[in-house]
């Protein structure tokens, strides 16, 4: 719009058109030099439609435009001040300037240059690098919209003193317009950054804001205006007038506010009843979360007994009891135990993780020996790493440390740990360290191996649930991803915490760290460790 008043302004000074140089507003005229900033200020503007930097030279050429647009401003500024001419002036049709009553000849009005150069600076300064620069580029927005809006009530109200600062020059109604259009589009182009955001928010703040800007800005001015000619006419005596403009304001302003307390009034039952329905549906949810752990429990006690009965009478086969079986059949019913084993595993998992959920895990604090745990743990382990072809090493202190805490908890962690590390790994070692940090306060259990590793891209994710680093149906390694999100559980049911460090192709580490005394953890823990689950895991880079 503000490049359209400009051009429309040019072409009325080209075909010699006084309307059109005025735009039919008002007696008085916008120069020639006042249209062309406005069409190097809107190109400018427009330019920068986008987000700084991401135009590249189209970018530097709107802040090389917005620098003209200052320039322009400051250079008229400085002539009205100081009484030089630069001659930028009459540029353009200087004779038919020359018969207008402007003086000096086409230079633009005081209010006018100081607004090009606020308007000027705000373009310049838009994208700043600081909030403080973009800041001051916004207010010197706002500060041209409302020297605008003042000329415009003063051409309303025949205020001269609002529009007028000089002896012979003043600042046109399509002036102010323009400047008017100007400034709310600087401020529109990065609104989030503004004050202007506010009013375009699509949320309840912005919708109100946007109802009551009519009712706060425009129907003064009118109600003003209008008790104007109401005088003129005679109509009403001042005392009256004032009057009725005091009780009409008020009466408006009463219903705005009632309006106002009504949208407030449907938003807070609207989002009284939005939380009620989340209440219900969370505790849908629950139900049928606590439905599933139950189902989940139970099938997997069902499913137990008959594994239990698989895997023994296949030791019992495999012994030859009560016939002696073919080495082939030894192989065959080694497999089936090896799969039984598997899939009750699996079961296990799924148990603790149901008891977890249903806050039904046992906490049994004990007095425990360091090196005799990790020695236990890795002993559960060591046949599997003997399959591998993979080392398995202890790092145990050289002093004895003891801890409290629930003893087949923790060692079911360490052995959860060492499992994953075994798989992943296919050759080198793994290695398992006990060692006590912070005064002895603290005691550190590492896993470290050498095997695959984990990409960075994966590791805040290694803790979820049923999420494996190869998602692939035809990944390498089996397994439902359930492993180390138990652990964690576990371990922070124990008011303790695992972490992971890892180098894509060079291996993993993961960490626990448990305090060595007991600070009171029992079997409510779980509402804790519940509230614990929720926050992502803390994951070591």
Not at 9 to 36: C, E, F, K
Not at 128 to 145: D, K, M, N
Not at 420 to 449: M, P, S, W, Y
Request: aromatic share 6%; charged share 20%; proline share 3%.
């Amino acid at each position: 719009m503000t490049f359209g008043i400009g051009a429309a302004v040019l072409v009325g000074w080209t075909l010699g058109v006084d309307a059109m140089q005025r735009l039919a507003l008002g007696s008085v005229h916008m120069l020639p030099i006042t249209a062309v900033t406005f069409i190097i200020a809107a190109i400018s503007l427009w330019m920068q439609r986008v987000t700084a930097r991401d135009t590249g030279h189209q970018w530097l050429v709107a802040r090389g435009l917005a620098l003209l647009v200052l320039a322009i401003g400051l250079v008229t500024l400085m002539e009205r001040v100081l009484g030089w001419n630069a001659g930028i002036d009459t540029l353009f049709f200087r004779d038919t300037l020359r018969r207008l009553p402007y003086q000096p000849i086409g230079r633009m009005a005081t209010n006018t240059a100081f607004t090009f150069t606020l308007v000027g600076a705000a373009l310049f300064l838009l994208d700043g690098q600081t909030r403080r620069v973009r800041f001051i580029a916004h207010w010197f927005s706002t500060l041209g919209i409302i020297i605008a809006v003042l000329a415009l009530i003063g051409h309303l109200y025949g205020a001269t003193a609002f529009f007028q600062m000089d002896a012979a020059a003043a600042m046109a109604v399509s002036t102010a317009c323009a400047f008017f259009t100007l400034s709310v589009g600087i401020l529109s182009a990065r609104p989030n950054a503004s004050w202007a955001g506010r009013i375009v928010s699509r949320t309840g703040t912005g919708m109100l804001a946007r109802r009551l800007l009519l009712a706060l800005t425009i129907v003064p001015v009118v109600l003003g205006w209008l008790y104007l000619l109401a005088r003129e006419a005679q109509v009403v005596s001042r005392e009256a007038g004032v009057a009725i403009l005091v009780v009409v304001v008020m009466a408006i302003q009463l219903t705005v506010l009632l309006r106002a307390a009504a949208i407030v009034q449907r938003g807070e039952r609207a989002q009284a009843l939005a939380l009620e329905n989340a209440a219900a549906a969370r505790d849908e949810a629950q139900q049928a979360n606590r439905a599933k752990n139950d189902f989940l429990a139970v099938m997997s006690h069902e499913l137990r007994t008959p594994l239990n009965a698989i895997i023994g009478y296949g030791s019992l086969l495999g012994d030859g009891i009560p016939d002696p079986v073919t080495a082939g059949q030894r192989r065959q019913i080694e497999r089936i135990g090896v799969s039984a084993r598997h899939l009750l595993a699996l079961i296990d998992e799924v148990l603790t993780l149901s008891r977890l959920d249903l806050g039904r895990e046992r906490i049994t604090p004990t007095p425990i020996d360091v090196a005799t745990l990790v020695e236990e743990a890795a002993a559960m382990m060591e046949p599997e790493a003997r399959k591998k072809g993979l080392t398995l090493s202890l790092v145990l202190p050289v002093e004895a440390v003891s801890m409290v805490s629930d003893a087949g908890k923790l060692r079911q962690a360490l052995v959860n740990l060492l499992g994953n590390a075994v798989k992943f790994t296919d050759r080198g070692e793994v290695c398992i360290r006990a060692l006590a940090e912070q005064e002895g306060e603290e005691v550190v259990f590492e896993i470290e191996d050498s095997g695959i590793g984990i990409a960075p891209q994966h590791l805040p994710r290694v803790f979820d649930a049923f999420w494996q680093v190869d998602q692939a149906p035809t990944r390498r390694v089996g397994g439902t991803g359930l492993g180390l999100h138990v652990t964690r559980r576990l371990v922070r049911l124990l008011g303790g915490d695992v972490s992971a460090r890892s180098v894509a192709g060079q291996g993993s580490c993961f960490t626990i760290r448990m305090s060595r005394a007991w600070w009171g953890v029992t079997e409510d823990a779980h509402d804790v460790e519940r509230e614990s689950t929720e926050a992502v895991a803390e994951v070591v880079s």
